[in-house]
């Protein structure tokens, strides 16, 4: 199947598995995972309709932007950010959707003052509490959400989740409904100085429909539109 048929499949099963869940498909944005792809691939899968893009990786998004491969798209950064690399990456993207930890958040903070910019971002929980993984615990959340309300350069606009492999089909749907949870608590919960948070994070090519019927607003696809990455470069 080509790219482009690909990206209508993907966004034809996120119709359906929102429609079945008596959501409104609108709120619901497929974020294509564009890592190891070329600039060329990223403006085709643009010209068929993707409308954001996520990047993992500080040095290819970087190449991308002189390239200008993400016209017409939006820019999310959903990898893991070291906090040397805040630099690269504060005001250049629309969202940061990988905050994980009060450390990282108080560099972007920074830097988003000495830029004089408001960055928008999102907190990444460790759902799956894995020891291995990035992100914030999941009763850590409410505090950070919190003081990422209280900085001024940071525009907290909801929530993202990278939960453990799954097994099995089905095997994370507890996990996204827990995400649903903490996010709405969040919303329902915080003075949000007039901040709207509306983002909740999750599913990739193997679970986006269970992660489109459990609330997700952002689903980031990656092999399910682009095929296998070469496995050196996964990640
Ligand atoms: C690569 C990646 C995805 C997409 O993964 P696929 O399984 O290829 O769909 C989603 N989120 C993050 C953070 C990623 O790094």
Do not use: W
């Not at 606009?157 to 099995?168: F, N, S, W």
Request: hydrophobic share 45%.
């Amino acid at each position: 199947m080509s790219l482009e048929e690909n990206i209508a499949r993907v966004k034809e099963n996120m119709v359906r598995a929102a429609r079945a869940a008596g959501r409104d498909p609108a709120e619901i944005t497929l974020v294509a995972a564009t890592k190891v792809q070329r600039s060329d691939t990223i403006r085709r899968a643009i010209a068929a309709g993707v409308t954001v893009c996520g990047e993992n990786r500080v040095q290819e998004m970087t190449a991308h932007l002189e390239d200008d491969a993400y016209a017409g798209a939006a820019l999310h950064f959903i990898g893991h950010l070291q906090t040397n690399k805040v630099r690269q990456v504060v005001g250049r993207v629309d969202l940061i959707q990988s905050v994980g930890s009060e450390h990282l958040l108080d560099a972007i903070e920074a830097q988003a003052a000495k830029l004089d910019l408001v960055q928008d971002i999102l907190l990444e929980v460790n759902i799956g509490g894995e020891l291995s993984k990035s992100g914030v615990a999941p009763e850590a959340v409410k505090p950070l959400a919190q003081k990422a309300i209280s900085c001024p350069h940071l525009r907290l606009r909801g929530l993202m989740a990278i939960p453990p492999v799954a097994g099995q089909p089905g095997a994370n749907r507890p996990f996204f409904a827990k995400m649903y949870q903490l996010y709405v608590d969040i919303r329902m919960n915080l003075d949000h100085n007039g901040t709207v948070i509306n983002c909740l994070s999750m599913g990739m090519s193997d679970d986006y429909e269970d992660a489109v019927r459990e609330g997700a607003t952002l689903v980031r696809v990656g092999t399910a539109l682009f095929g296998p990455r070469p496995p050196m470069r996964q990640g």
